[in-house]
């Protein structure tokens, strides 16, 4: 079993900046993509930042230019950190984790999600 643990989500102003954390902890071999997504009232969860293993990184349109992701494979956790944040970007928050557990075999491959962290943000 993977485990995610997410944190740094909060009420803060437009315009100003926020960093979030997911930690991945358990039976984790190796980790491939790392990612974040959100989720806002009455919408649809939608990718927001992802990162391989390598650093490649892919955003979504709405977020480039304002948030950055990275991660630290010695700690497997990613970071997503949120400047010029704006009231659309209000969402709860999601990390999502895909890798192995074993460096070989079947049924080793895992896909976790963190519980969410909200983000709000005021105008």
């Known amino acids: 079993q993977v485990q995610l643990v997410e944190s740094g989500g909060a009420l803060v102003q437009a315009g100003g900046s926020l960093r979030l954390s997911c930690a991945a902890s358990?039976?984790?071999?190796?980790?491939?993509?790392m990612g974040w997504y959100r989720q806002a009232p009455g919408k649809q969860r939608e990718m927001v930042a992802g990162?391989?293993?390598?650093?490649?990184?892919d955003y979504a349109d709405s977020v480039k230019g304002r948030f950055t992701i990275s991660r630290d494979n010695a700690k497997n956790t990613v970071y997503l950190l949120m400047n010029s944040l704006k009231p659309e970007d209000t969402a709860v928050y999601y990390c999502?984790?895909?890798?192995?557990?074993?460096?070989?075999?079947?049924?080793?491959?895992?896909?976790?999600w963190g519980q969410g962290t909200q983000v709000t943000v005021s105008s």
């Open positions: 999502n984790v895909i890798g192995t557990t074993q460096p070989w075999g079947l049924n080793t491959a895992f896909n976790s």
């Open positions: 358990g039976s984790i071999y190796s980790i491939s993509t």
């Open positions: 990162i391989l293993g390598g650093g490649i990184t």
